[in-house]
């Protein structure tokens, strides 16, 4: 079963951090661009970041710029986000998904981030 499965969501207070960790089951995550989106309430989707496949290249929204990391390990299966110097308009669910661009085959169903004091 083809499979990613985000984790690493909580509550945080501004300023604070956390990693979110989107992992690959039932196919290889190596020859996948990945994504990470979120979504707040009542506001559209928003890309947040991307890691290409092979080169590493990487795409962070204004937004998150300078605070937040997008980096893979193929040898897990595994995309992480690191999210520094969170701030309250950070909460939102974060999902991730395959592809980089307009077209994205899998998803994951979601964690919850809220940075709140």
């Known amino acids: 079963q083809v499979q990613l499965v985000e984790s690493g969501g909580g509550l945080v207070q501004p300023g604070g951090s956390l990693r979110l960790s989107c992992a690959a089951s039932g196919f290889t995550l190596d020859y996948y661009a990945i994504s990470w989106f979120r979504q707040a309430p009542g506001k559209e989707r928003e890309g947040v970041s991307c890691i290409s496949s092979s080169n590493g290249i990487r795409y962070y929204a204004d937004s998150v710029k300078g605070r937040f990391t997008i980096s893979r390990d193929n040898a897990k299966n595994t995309v992480y986000l690191q999210m520094n110097s969170l701030k309250p308009e950070d909460t939102a669910i974060y999902s991730c998904?395959?592809?980089?661009?307009?077209?994205?085959?899998?998803w994951g169903q979601g964690t919850q981030v809220t940075v709140s004091s």
């Open positions: 998904a395959t592809g980089c661009g307009i077209v994205h085959d899998y």
